[in-house]
């Protein structure tokens, strides 16, 4: 990965790749990413409907390792890391003292004493500091991998069969949230079954002096399936769809996670991790907010921050919103008063002075595919 | 880069097409470009009154909100009621079936100062 000094924007390895397919490039959490190469909505429906191909090098890694790891990460992060056998991949949050989230993130378990987390590029650095300041105490080192690691996102439902083609391990018997080591175009790596779009999928970690080569190989494999690059902005909306929360819009350094839906994640019954108490206090006080998925009844796009209104009166603002390419129609997620968080409620969306009548559902807004 | 020879432009990207003291008004094929798929198109009302440089309506793609500009003084007389349905029209044929409002002017010397293509064309190199 390298600085460009020009513009104190970061790149990965793929920036060549990127300018080469036509890739619109924007700063994102100081890197130089591609936002879109054919448009939005042509690389969004191509995910869900063949397979597309993402470059994700800008995300964290961190490595852990020691007789203390299982420990230590119990402690750390708010699921339950007991429950993780060898291969297997946990959804979690790692919390402040106050219940507010540090980040959102997945944690890889090669054995009883090893581990590494997948961090968001926005809080890499951050989550580094935070992970090597609480390992002081225990018998573990901690390594921030992001610099040696790029990775690739080949999502779609014909994902495996252009992964397969390439790969050395068999990818029918891995399931969902598991991962195995084997080489993809004969560069060994990490294939992990996840992905941030609800189609099934994989995420590859690799060396980044080999990167460029495996995603050139995986587009010539994917080309008889359609393959295409796919930029942020579809990455956007394809989460969006389905409801994932993005650090920085639906969870942040608040104590929100309980209101954000986040609470499978929370194990309070496993023993002490940092937040736990604010956060059960706050579950046995019962929840004020809820964060809720609404949908845009008339034509109009809602926005992060835009306000949410019932009958006029305030009630609460949108956390993400978009045009969902698969619905056409507006879609978004937003914390509101309880009272109104059922399902069906008719509330209004205020754009640009207009109220434009919305409805709350249960995401996913569409149905998601990934392998079980 | 589409920039028919035609028009008239705006440095908003904005075009228009005179005819008489009719003006039909869209954005450009720059424009549409920069915004990506359009997915949402607000037009003002028929009958309005709308000012030069302030803005008469909205074009959203995915990502982004953008204001269009009003290029000539006078009267809203027709609006693409096809873009409700089918904003990438605006994306697809932004200087056919694209086009935006028709305008009848009320004051012709605010045409004045709208862009010929080539000096549209100018300044559409210096934004790249």
């Known amino acids: 990965m390298s600085q460009d000094s020009s513009e104190n924007l970061k790149t990965t390895p793929l920036f060549d790749i990127h300018k080469e397919l036509g890739g619109k490039l924007v700063p994102f959490a100081g890197w130089n990413m591609p936002i879109q190469f054919a448009g939005v909505v042509a690389e969004h429906t191509c995910v869900r409907e063949k397979v597309g191909l993402f470059d994700v090098s800008h995300m964290g890694e961190i490595e852990i390792e020691g007789k203390d790891a299982k420990r230590f990460l119990q402690y750390l992060l708010s699921n339950d890391i007991e429950k993780m056998s060898d291969g297997t991949i946990l959804y979690s949050l790692m919390c402040y003292k106050n219940g507010g989230v540090v980040d959102d993130l997945l944690v890889h378990r090669f054995s009883e004493d090893h581990y590494f987390l997948c961090v968001n590029a926005s809080n890499s650095d951050k989550d580094y500091e935070w992970v090597a300041r609480h390992s002081a105490s225990y018998d573990v080192k901690t390594k921030n991998t992001s610099a040696d690691t790029a990775q690739l996102a080949l999502q779609g439902p014909e994902s495996e069969k252009v992964l397969q083609s390439l790969c050395d391990v068999s990818l029918n018997d891995l399931s969902y949230y598991n991962f195995k080591k084997g080489k993809v175009d004969d560069i060994e790596g990490i294939i992990s079954r996840t992905g941030y779009t609800g189609e099934d999928g994989f995420e590859l970690y690799l060396p980044p002096e080999k990167v460029a080569d495996v995603c050139r190989s995986l587009m010539r494999q994917g080309e008889p399936f359609g393959i295409q690059p796919i930029g942020l902005g579809a990455r956007d909306t394809l989460r969006l769809e389905m409801g994932y929360a993005l650090y920085g819009n639906e969870i942040d350094d608040q104590p929100t996670p309980l209101e954000a839906g986040l609470g499978w994640v929370i194990k309070f019954n496993k023993g002490e991790f940092i937040g736990r108490e604010p956060l059960l206090q706050q579950k046995e006080q019962g929840l004020r907010r809820k964060l809720v998925g609404i949908k845009l009844l008339t034509r109009g796009v809602p926005r992060s921050h835009y306000r949410m209104l019932k009958e006029g009166e305030p009630v609460g603002e949108i956390t993400s919103g978009t045009f969902s390419p698969s619905l056409n129609t507006g879609v978004g997620l937003c914390y509101v008063s309880k009272e109104y968080s059922g399902v069906g409620t008719r509330l209004e969306v205020e754009i640009r002075n207009q109220s434009v009548p919305a409805e709350v559902v249960r995401p996913p807004f569409v149905p998601g595919h990934v392998k079980k | ?128």
């Open chain 2, 1 to 128: 880069m589409e920039i028919p020879n035609d028009l008239l432009y705006t440095i908003e990207h904005e075009w228009v097409r005179l005819k008489d003291n009719r003006a039909t008004i869209g954005i450009s094929d720059f424009a549409q470009s920069q915004l990506g798929d359009v997915v949402f198109v607000e037009l003002p009302a028929e009958g309005m009154e709308l000012t030069k440089e302030n803005t008469f309506g909205v074009v959203e793609s995915v990502k982004t909100v953008s204001d269009v500009y009003v290029p000539v003084t006078g009267k809203v007389v027709a609006i693409n009621k096809d873009l409700e349905s089918q904003p990438d029209l605006v994306n697809s044929d932004p200087y056919g079936k694209g086009w935006m409002i028709e305008i009848e002017v009320s004051d012709s010397s605010s045409g004045e100062g709208l862009l010929k293509a080539e000096q549209y064309a100018e300044q559409c190199k210096n934004q790249e």
